[in-house]
């Protein structure tokens, strides 16, 4: 069964236009103008269960958007989505307990004077957890996100990364079965970053959960997602394998070697030397090729190929695109 089923999904509002200057803010109380905005167009994808896709692009791409339909706060101008074999915008109650959607920028709303523990006693009460459930889940939580320390706090009194740690608790004491992940990252210091993904990672192996991540973090979209779905103006531009996406749009890879004694230019362009380890650009084609002749040539101690930094392979494909 497909978890998440979007085909030909287009969404498009009216934004209001106003010129500049006392005459024309007077004229607008009298006539508003109006300009049509396509946020999404004839944007199609599916979403087997246990898969985690990295859906990514540039700013206004049209990300947040779709997650906003997918989760069932948007109503789209047209197209078909399901998700869990539901219509989101419906809203029925069995549909939002078996989903997610937190977002880093905002990730717990509500009263910011309750406690954390009077916060998950609430999302208890409002998705109808069994409290044997909710007892096995929060010990489980409390161990992955490090939760016993808050749980007597006060949500205001939390710093950003554990405003993000609880904000994930109070979206999974319910066992959701989809996750829509918007920008879970952002604000966080490298410790805190990698404790969430870190998190999201066991939570999907635990449960098998399917979750649909947006960040502009390549971190988090390496270190995650075996699948990307890059969106730009509305459209999807690429949907497949990360490492395809790569080798499709860095036609080079890098060596990177420690020896004694250098390589010479013929082995390749040199983009990084220090204290006996050099870093090699060497096109594809030609990476086996060389790394032989670097392996006769030097007194190799370590040699490794990598993929260019997926930071410049999703700037490139946001820059000149992929057609």
């Known amino acids: ?59 206004g791409a049209g990300k947040t958007t779709t997650m906003k339909i997918l989760s069932g706060i948007l109503h789209p101008t047209s197209g078909d989505v399901r998700v869990l074999e539901s219509v989101p915008w419906q809203r029925r109650t069995g549909f939002l307990k078996r989903i997610a959607f937190v977002r880093g920028s905002q990730p717990v709303g509500g009263s910011q004077e309750l406690t954390v523990m009077d916060s998950l006693e609430y999302q208890r009460l409002l998705y109808d957890v069994p409290q044997p459930d909710f007892g096995s889940t929060l010990t489980v939580l409390e161990d992955l996100l490090r939760l016993t ?20 608790a109070l979206a999974l004491i319910y066992r959701p079965e989809v996750l829509f992940l918007d920008e879970p990252t952002i604000g966080l210091d490298v410790t805190a970053a ?56 860095s036609p080079y890879k890098l ?23 050099w870093v090699l650009r060497v096109p594809r084609d030609e990476v086996a090729q060389t790394t032989s002749r670097l392996l006769q040539a030097l007194d190799v101690v370590d040699l490794a190929v990598e993929e260019p930094p997926l930071e410049k392979v999703i700037d490139r494909a946001y820059r000149e695109g992929l057609r």
Not at 6 to 31: H, I, N, Q, T, Y
Not at 262 to 271: A, H, K, M, Q, S
Request: charged content about 25%; aromatic content about 6%; some cysteine.
């Open 149 to 168: 320390p808050l749980l007597e706090r006060q949500l205001r009194a939390l710093s950003l990364g554990e405003r993000m740690r609880v904000g994930l």
């Open 255 to 277: 060596i990177r070697i420690t020896a004694r004694g250098g390589p010479g230019p013929d082995f390749g362009e040199v983009v990084e030397s220090s204290d006996g380890m």
């Open 1 to 59: 069964m497909t978890v998440i089923d979007v085909s030909g999904l287009s969404m498009s509002f009216r934004a209001p236009v106003r010129k500049s200057g006392l005459r024309a803010a007077f004229g607008s109380l009298v006539r508003r103008e109006y300009r049509e905005v396509q946020a999404l167009d004839d944007v199609s994808f599916a979403i087997e269960p246990g898969e985690v896709v990295g859906f990514i692009g540039p700013n």
């Open 194 to 249: 990698g404790q969430i993904r870190e998190f999201v990672s066991d939570y999907v192996t635990e449960t098998g959960a399917t979750v649909l991540l947006t960040s502009h973090y390549m971190a988090d979209v390496g270190s995650l997602c075996p699948r990307l779905i890059l969106i730009d103006q509305g459209r999807v531009e690429y949907d497949g394998p990360l490492a395809e996406l790569s080798a499709r749009l």
